[in-house]
């Protein structure tokens, strides 16, 4: 079974930054793309930043530019580094990974940030 474990979460204040990191189980190459979504309060989940497996990143328009997302394969963890961040990031931040068939889910770590 496949876990993936989130942690690097906190309360930051804007402006400031955070890394969170994603621990797997098994070696991330395996999945097709790892993925950092987000959910706040009374919203849906938002997808928010990928890496597919040939290293090509995407990004929601509305983080690019402050976040990164990356990984180590030999760690079998991927990031997410977060800069300048704004009252509106807070959230619970998950990180995802896909194969062809399925779609795993970590168990989330809180991100709030004061203005």
């Known amino acids: 079974q496949v876990q993936l474990v989130e942690s690097g979460g906190g309360l930051v204040q804007a402006g400031g930054s955070l890394r969170l990191s994603c621990a797997a189980s098994?070696?991330?190459?395996?999945?097709?793309?790892m993925n950092w979504y987000r959910q706040a309060p009374g919203n849906q989940r938002e997808w928010i930043a990928s890496?597919?497996?040939?290293?090509?990143?995407h990004y929601l328009d509305s983080v690019k530019g402050r976040f990164t997302i990356s990984r180590d394969n030999a760690k079998q963890t991927v990031y997410l580094q977060m800069n300048n961040l704004k009252p509106e990031d807070t959230a619970v931040y998950y990180c995802s990974g896909e194969t062809g068939f399925m779609h795993y889910w970590g168990q989330g770590t809180q991100v709030t940030v004061s203005s």
């Open positions: 098994r070696s991330i190459l395996s999945f097709n793309q």
């Open positions: 890496i597919f497996s040939g290293g090509a990143t």
